[in-house]
């Protein structure tokens, strides 16, 4: 592990436990033993990642991503996580922000970063964007000026507001809504451009295309995402941290509370009846599990039931496997189609499928941000209509052998970004002495993202006076 550890756990102490294995429950983890605490960390499923994982598909018997996932630099948190534990080999970040954009009877087009000085190294390029005309473009760099230098009107009201009601505010045409932020917020935030909270949109252009050289540029992961969090795992285990897969944790037990005293965290019990007892707690699980865990009379207390009144959007991931490649650039946004963006997915050679894919496939993999309309629909018509959409707009899916599709839908995918929303994130710390609790969806001034879950996982332990630095 690059980052190393500063001090060792403690033997004969009680551990902490970290309940939920995805990204803020593995950063507690992190955080913990970097502090010198002893760890146990409980997943209820057999893979690592929570909601950015792989499985063993049962029908091919292959590896599959749930859904493609990236991030940008500005993810601080996330980008020292990856470092910290030893498997930032396993990503990859462009040197320079690049998107090839596609559009039904349109040329492509390339919107690449420039060696110039920020924030001209983005905005030039876009003041040439070619499925923009030149007015259109006047007004895309107007409201990018205006977004800048909006204050912090835009981010404290914001939480309330519609982003659309300020796009129309800042007369921004059809065409630029349509062509540049559509595409842009809703593949960050997962959610439509009109109906998303203003504050987290202006915050996603301003640390992104509007922050310093470099922050934009795209990164994920160049293996599938179980082999990186086995990786993450294998490290933390030979710092001393516990890992059980497959434990589902049940609730957790209280002591104390008489004489006055505060009740304070116990132990956690798992599902079977087996009783672990801790120092304390990192609840690193859905508000839903979270609110579940909690014994009878604190359900509906704050802050283990305002999590509850988040509603949630899913994202569809279609994985399609061709005979031989169709698109040599890594990944495509697509304009003005329900189809959304096409990723080239690296590494993905399963050892032990049924039906082993030639080594000459190329794996493709489609997404589609906020995809409620899809919920509901017949999977083969979904697939068909997107299938479509991309040999649309590229020649070679029209022409090369289609080997395997498989489409997941997470209905669950991200909290949904709404005005009001903020309501329902409480902070890390709870009423409960060593009891803390961490997710994305809870209050990270982020958005539902890795790099929230990172800070999530990361407060929640500073929360409980254990903090490493
Ligand atoms: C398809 C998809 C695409 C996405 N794309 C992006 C992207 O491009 N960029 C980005 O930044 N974010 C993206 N996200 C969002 C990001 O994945 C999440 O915000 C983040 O992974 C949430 O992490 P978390 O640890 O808070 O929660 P989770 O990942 O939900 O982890 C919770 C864990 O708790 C476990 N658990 C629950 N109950 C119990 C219990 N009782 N006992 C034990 N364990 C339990 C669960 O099994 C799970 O592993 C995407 C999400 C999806 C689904």
Redesign the pocket.
Known sequence: MSGGSDAHPVEGRQPYAV?????????AAEALIRAGQRVIL????A???????SFRDPDSGWYID??????MPC?TE?TDFLDRTGVSDLTYTQPRFRVTFLERDRKEAVLQALNLPTPFHLLLPLLTFPPLRPGDRAALLRGLISLKFSGARLFTEGRDRRFGEWLTEQRQPAAVIERFWEPVIT??L?QQVGEVRADLAAMAIRDSFLAGKGDANLA?MSQPHGSVWDRVAGGLEEQGVTIRRG????GVELAGGDDNREPRLSSIV??GGERVPVAGAVM???PG??R??MPSELRDTSPFREGTGLEWT????LHLWYEKPVTEEPLLCILNSPLQWVFVKPGQSPDEGRDPIPSSAQHLNL?V?ASNRFLGEDDRQTTALLLDELSAVLPGARSTRLLATKL?H?T????SALPGSEAHRPSQQTTIPGLAI?????ATGW???????VR??RAAVRSLGVSSS
């Open positions: 309940v939920g294995g995805g990204v803020a429950g593995l950063a409980l997943e209820q499923r893979e690592l990642g929570g909601r950015i994982s749930n859904g493609q996932h990236i991030w993810c996330f593949s960050i997962n994920w434990t589902k944790v049940e798992l599902a690193a699980v859905p599990a979270l579940g865990s899913p994202i569809l991931n997404v941000s997941i997470e669950r995918a991200t909290f961490a997710g994305a969806w809870t958005p539902s993202t890795l790099e929230g879950a999530s996982g």
